[in-house]
């Protein structure tokens, strides 16, 4: 048997009995799959769209089911498996959701999230804990330090410290709930372990709250700490004991000026790379609206499709892997801006600066 449950908490449940369903999974963001043994596998996700197999049937199940390579090491593809004398594996379902990020460009890539665990709890409760993570309580900075917000990814917050006591306070609500909580702290910069103060109560070691250092690529220590934690109310936390090393951050500037692609409305640009591991470079087209890159890796962004006869002016910033951002390059001047197709003579152009 599979359940979907809805963000309400509603769930719904599908057999394959006599034949596979046809479940509607627009709309949906748990989905368990109900074996035999105490725990079911779930996964959760914002699905827009999914289906089940239904193909391959079998003389003794309606469940495709198949042990052909790599489990069997010879020339056996969909060979059916109908005995238990070697692993096997089968397919129920597919899942469809959205991208959670994309990167165009000279490094281009696409990146998709999906949470999936096992549980011997109802699926219809892990509401709260597809919230948490779907919709995580926004990260509001205090002092001694900065933050990207919530990395879907890492299931984590993540700041980096500009101070010895980083304090921040997350906003938490009945549609934001906590459900255990992770923050990585970059730039704690030495071996010593944290001490917590949650809501200015100190916060003793335990099962409910655990810690460690690791490395991040710049050799810098890196405070990781884990806590045990369920709520709907807003509360702070503050981590006595960084010594982080500060540096300062200067203008970005162009390396290749913003120029169009010949015979296209496409524009390209490249930033000057910041010295230092983990930059990040933001490409902003400047005013009357058009496509800005969000922070990514590379330096260099293409604007595409742009309105042909047009001339589009960008500006740009930089960040390190501590998020300390640089000012913008200059937003007005020749230097940054770039026609969009063929300018007809006689035609004005619209200028964004």
Same mark, same amino acid.
């Given at each position: ?239 006595? /004991?960084?010594?982080? @090393?500060?540096?300062?951050?200067? $203008?970005?500037?162009?390396? %290749?000026?913003?120029?169009?692609? +010949? !015979? =296209? ?21 400047? /005013?009357?609206?058009? @496509?800005?890159?969000?922070?990514? $890796?590379?330096?260099?962004? %293409?604007?595409?499709?742009?309105? +042909? !006869? =047009? ?21 007005? /001047? ?20």
């Amino acid at each position: 048997m599979m359940t979907l449950v809805d963000p309400t908490g509603k769930a719904s449940d599908y057999d394959w009995n006599p034949n596979p369903p046809n479940p509607a999974y627009g709309g949906k963001i748990i989905q368990m799959i109900h074996l035999m043994g105490r725990y079911s596998p779930f996964t959760i996700q914002e699905f827009n769209d999914g289906d089940v197999y239904s193909g391959a049937s079998t003389w003794y199940s309606v469940f495709p089911s198949w042990n052909h390579w790599p489990t069997s090491q010879i020339d056996s593809s969909s060979r059916n498996s109908s005995f238990s004398d070697r692993a096997a594996h089968s397919s129920i379902s597919h899942l469809f959701w959205p991208l959670s990020g994309q990167q165009r460009g000279d490094v281009p890539y696409q990146e998709k999230t999906l949470m999936e665990g096992m549980t011997d709890k109802p699926a219809s409760s892990l509401v709260s804990l597809a919230n948490s993570w779907l919709h995580a309580p926004p990260l509001e900075t205090i002092s001694d330090c900065r933050s990207q917000g919530y990395d879907q990814t890492q299931r984590a917050y993540v700041l980096s410290a500009t101070g010895p006591a980083p304090s921040f306070r997350i906003t938490a609500s009945a549609q934001n709930p906590i459900v255990n909580l992770c923050f990585v702290v970059k730039n704690w910069n030495c071996e010593d372990s944290a001490q917590l103060q949650i809501d200015s109560k100190a916060e003793g070691a335990g099962p409910s709250f655990r810690q460690g250092i690791v490395r991040d690529p710049n050799g810098r220590a890196t405070l990781v700490v884990w806590l045990q934690r369920q709520g709907t109310d807003p509360v702070t936390f503050t981590l006595h /004991g960084a010594k982080p @090393d500060l540096e300062n951050q200067h $203008s970005m500037t162009w390396a %290749t000026n913003p120029q169009p692609v +010949a !015979n =296209t409305t496409d524009v390209t640009m490249t930033a000057t790379a910041h010295p230092g591991i983990g930059n990040e470079y933001w490409f902003e087209r400047v /005013g009357g609206g058009g @496509d800005t890159s969000g922070w990514q $890796s590379a330096p260099v962004y %293409t604007d595409f499709a742009l309105p +042909a !006869n =047009t001339e589009v002016a960008y500006r740009v910033k930089a960040r390190d892997a501590y998020f300390a951002e640089t000012n913008w390059s200059p937003g007005q /001047g020749q230097d940054n801006r770039a026609s969009a197709g063929n300018v007809e003579p006689g035609r004005r152009r619209g200028q964004n600066n």
